[in-house]
């Protein structure tokens, strides 16, 4: 069976069936990508995150939401 959205091949382990979707669940990395979307963070978690994956651009930009 192949994952639904990134068409990878499902390993034995890894096929869920989803009761409240009434379908099969995507594969576990989609899972995950899919949870970090939808996670509700504040806007300091979300500058953290920035800065931290982006550190090249925190002396170039501004994160401070003074002036969005």
Excluded: N
Aim: some cysteine.
């Amino acid at each position: 069976m192949r994952c639904h959205i990134c068409d990878r091949t499902l390993g034995e382990g890894e096929v869920t069936y989803s009761e409240l979707h009434d379908e099969f669940d995507p594969c576990p990395a989609c899972l995950q990508a899919i949870s970090e979307v939808f996670t509700h963070k504040s806007e300091e978690e979300i500058t953290a995150e920035l800065e931290w994956e982006f550190p090249e651009l925190s002396d170039s930009c501004d994160f401070s939401l003074d002036k969005v």
